[in-house]
């Protein structure tokens, strides 16, 4: 059973910086691709980064290219987003995902979701 658990999300002043955190619950973690997705009210579920297995590849939405960094750590079944420079057009509910194919998790089609946690970016 994969189980993942989002932390770190709160309120930030605007161009501050926020690092969330996900806990991978199963095994295999270090077989899966793992991602990160946003959902801000009334609006459409965006796929805001992905990171291969092994880290060797990363993907980033143009939205958050070179404000926001995911990484991994296999050691400890973790996987991070660091987030600088936040801006009100932030605002949103962050799940982690994940997923054998790192193209399905940039589809937003991953198999394994988290529930989520609540960033806020304040003006």
């Known amino acids: 059973q994969v189980q993942l658990v989002e932390s770190g999300g709160g309120l930030v002043q605007a161009g501050g910086p926020l690092r969330l955190s996900c806990a991978a619950s199963?095994?295999?973690?270090?077989?899966?691709?793992m991602g990160w997705s946003r959902q801000a009210p009334g609006k459409e579920r965006e796929v805001i980064a992905a990171i291969t297995w092994r880290g060797s590849n990363t993907y980033y939405a143009d939205s958050v290219n070179g404000r926001f960094t995911i990484s991994r750590d296999n050691a400890k079944n973790m996987v991070y987003l660091q987030m600088n420079s936040l801006e009100p057009e932030d605002t949103a509910n962050y799940y982690c995902t994940a997923d054998y194919n790192i193209v399905l998790l940039t589809r937003n089609s991953g198999a394994y979701w988290g529930q989520g946690t609540q960033v806020t970016v304040s003006s």
């Open positions: 199963f095994r295999t973690f270090s077989t899966y691709s």
